[in-house]
């Protein structure tokens, strides 16, 4: 059974800063690309990010680019958002998902307060 578990939301101050983490099982880790989304309070679910199977590219939204960055380590199954000079419009429910199958997870949630 195919799960991914997102951790490490709260809520923080504008300027701060927090690390989310994706643990993923049931399928080769290693194997796949993966994203992660965020949705805002009252919006739609919107692409942050997202990262090659192996770690070495990396794509962001502009919104979050310089600020914002996705790592993985494969031997732990583990996908990283490191989240630095907070705002409050990141505010939202983050996700993570495979990038090309569609098995979400319950999401973690992040609030900045301004």
């Known amino acids: 059974q195919v799960q991914l578990v997102e951790s490490g939301g709260g809520v923080v101050h504008s300027g701060g800063s927090l690390t989310l983490s994706c643990v993923g099982s049931g399928f080769i880790f290693s194997d796949d690309a993966m994203r992660w989304y965020r949705q805002p309070p009252g919006k739609g679910r919107e692409l942050v990010g997202t990262?090659?199977?192996?770690?070495?590219?990396?794509t962001y939204v502009d919104s979050v680019k310089g600020r914002f960055t996705i790592s993985r380590d494969n031997r732990k199954s583990t996908l990283y958002l490191l989240m630095n000079d907070l705002k409050p419009e990141d505010t939202a429910v983050y996700y993570c998902?495979?990038?090309?199958?569609?098995?979400w997870g319950q999401g973690t949630q992040v609030t900045v307060s301004s």
């Open positions: 998902k495979r990038s090309f199958y569609s098995t």
């Open positions: 990262i090659s199977h192996g770690g070495e590219t990396t």
